[in-house]
T-cell receptor
Framework: DTEVTQTPKHLVMGMTNKKSLKCEQHMGHRAMYWYKQKAKKPPELMFVYSYEKLSINESVPSRFSPECPNSSLLNLHLHALQPEDSALYLC???????????????FGPGTRLLVL | GQNIDQPTEMTATEGAIVQINCTYQTSGFNGLFWYQQHAGEAPTFLSYNVLDGLEEKGRFSSFLSRSKGYSYLLLKELQMKDSASYLCAVMDSNYQLIWGAGTKLIIKP
């Protein structure tokens, strides 16, 4: 099983809503990532969890709040978002063994978010 | 600063060969990745190079020259389904991926 799953696939929310994005992997990977991707741009790293602990926060606004309940799950809680936050949100995982190919990241299909 | 350059767009003909170049300047080097991304979909892993030379995987090959800070992705026997963006990414000394902007490849019949 080399699959990373994400739900929902699409999400439309208002600026006052609270919603959550979910990501799951069953590959035994110990590193999980949230990326944001705008059209025709590369993915931008938001957060990295390593062994269920937040290891990197790329100066992301507090309206994005990550959570890692266990080694297979990663959530991204959204609150009071702005229209410019509309994007494709990608989750990825990697073995987390800190060595070259062992850090290959495998991506989920993404959640396309529209903030109105 | 860290920088990865690749052409914005390329066009090729079905059945032909195309080479997508990537040059990089990063703080440290722990390997170079190529990903394919179809419009509206997630990136999928294609190849990884950490030593100089050519890695071949079916119709796709990837080359690396660390001394030149240069890589290319070679696609042979192009098919219409190869129309996608191809992203070059370098893993730096902190094991973080530094991404290029991607090359949009258009395949014409």
């Amino acid at each position: 099983d080399t699959e990373v799953t994400q739900t929902p696939k699409h999400l439309v929310m208002g600026m006052t809503n609270k919603k959550s994005l979910k990501c799951e992997q069953h590959m035994g990977h110990r590193a999980m990532y949230w990326y944001k991707q705008k059209a025709k741009k590369p993915p931008e790293l938001m957060f990295v969890y390593s062994y269920e602990k937040l290891s990197i926060n790329e100066s992301v606004p507090s309206r994005f709040s990550p959570e890692c309940p266990n080694s297979s799950l990663l959530n991204l809680h959204l609150h009071a978002l702005q229209p410019e936050d509309s994007a494709l949100y990608l989750c990825a995982s990697s073995p987390g063994l800190a060595g070259g190919l062992q850090e290959t990241q495998y991506f989920g299909p993404g959640t396309r978010l529209l903030v109105l | 600063g860290q920088n990865i350059d690749q052409p914005t767009e390329m066009t090729a003909t079905e059945g032909a060969i195309v080479q997508i170049n990537c040059t990089y300047q990063t703080s440290g080097f722990n390997g170079l990745f190529w990903y394919q991304q179809h419009a509206g979909e997630a990136p999928t892993f294609l190849s990884y190079n950490v030593l100089d030379g050519l890695e071949e995987k079916g119709r796709f090959s990837s080359f690396l020259s660390r001394s030149k800070g240069y890589s290319y992705l070679l696609l042979k026997e192009l098919q219409m389904k190869d129309s996608a963006s191809y992203l070059c990414a370098v893993m730096d000394s902190n094991y973080q991926l530094i991404w290029g902007a991607g090359t949009k490849l258009i395949i014409k019949p």
